[in-house]
């Protein structure tokens, strides 16, 4: 006998899904229990009105409907996610065995590779852009903190201020963040200290 795989599945499924997805699934519930209260009224009553059960029950069929329709979305949802997440996992590992600068390169070979994902081929492109991205970007952090802690030991200055206008002097590539310059600096120093 099964043991509710698919029951189980959906639970798992229920617990990861969006909020708003959650919220959606109350309502088919609640106004099917105020059917079922209405039919069982309807039924026993002396004057069981034959249209209100017909009516009733045409409701409660359309909010079965109802909860399976939300339970399939939210099936679906998770499935997508899924896809999504495990595309996005291959194509990151691709990209860093890989150690190409060419998106349209990554994105022809990833699909040479990975057949399943030929029909998504606007969504690799745009998730190898997202991902060459933040490559570029960690590496830009990387090599900022390797600067600031080799200047940090270099520089006589105390005040903050004044040690982040002397670096971005001396590395004039990093005046496009001085946010991020100043919140690494503030970092090592307290570090440091």
């Not at 109350?26 to 069982?40: A, D, G, R, S």
């Not at 190409?100 to 998730?127: P, T, W």
Request: hydrophobic content about 40%; aromatic content about 10%.
């Amino acid at each position: 006998m099964p043991r509710c795989g698919r029951f189980r599945n959906f639970i798992k499924e229920f617990k990861e899904s969006e909020r708003f997805e959650k919220l959606s699934f109350i309502p088919p519930f609640i106004i099917l229990l105020l059917e079922l209260i209405l039919l069982v009224h309807a039924l026993t009553e002396d004057t069981s009105d034959l249209l209100v059960v017909e009516l009733t029950t045409v409701l409660l069929i359309i909010s079965l409907v109802e909860i399976f329709l939300v339970s399939r979305e939210i099936h679906e949802h998770y499935q997508k996610d899924s896809f999504q997440q495990e595309m996005t996992i291959r194509l990151d590992d691709f990209i860093l065995e890989r150690r190409m600068d060419n998106v349209s390169r990554i994105v022809e070979e990833f699909l040479n590779e990975n057949r399943q994902y030929h029909k998504d081929r606007n969504a690799i492109y745009h998730l190898a852009c997202q991902i060459m991205d933040t490559h570029k970007r960690e590496l830009w952090e990387k090599t900022l903190r390797t600067r600031l802690k080799r200047f940090l030991k270099q520089t006589d200055k105390e005040i903050i201020r004044d040690i982040i206008e002397s670096f971005i002097q001396k590395y004039p590539e990093y005046r496009k963040d001085p946010e991020r310059v100043y919140e690494i600096t503030a970092h090592l120093i307290e570090d440091y200290n």
